[in-house]
């Protein structure tokens, strides 16, 4: 799906910017990271990159926290962006085990 033709953009929700960093420099990857709010107030800064993004060609790979997927699901389609460029997977929600 991605055209290679540019670098892929990555969005990641994270518990320590610090560590993350030093995770995703050790795999050679570069990411825009937002550090977790317990109110989910830095949702808001994810929101923000979805307009340029969108209008790019690409698709969309959401998975983590379920509100997250979910948030950022709704608002891609409120952007039009079809469900065939948006795969989702929810594999944690707070107070719950096991998604799958």
């Keep these: 799906m ?6 892929p ?10 560590e993350s960093r030093q995770v995703l420099q050790a ?11 317990s109110d989910d ?3 808001v800064q994810a929101d923000a990159h979805l307009p340029a993004w969108a209008a790019q060609n690409c698709a ?5 926290r379920s ?11 409120a952007l039009g962006i079809p469900s065939n460029r948006i795969a ?3 594999y ?7 998604l799958d």
């Design 67 to 77: 509100s997250f997927v979910q948030r950022m699901g709704r608002k891609l389609k």
């Design 60 to 64: 969309f790979v959401l998975t983590g």
């Design 9 to 18: 953009n990555y969005l990641f929700e994270v518990t320590s910017v610090e």
């Design 27 to 37: 795999l050679g990857l570069v990411a825009a990271l937002l550090s977790r709010a």
């Design 41 to 43: 107030a830095h949702l």
């Design 88 to 90: 989702a997977k929810a």
């Design 92 to 98: 944690w929600a707070p107070g719950r085990k096991g």
């Design 2 to 7: 991605h055209d290679g033709a540019s670098p």
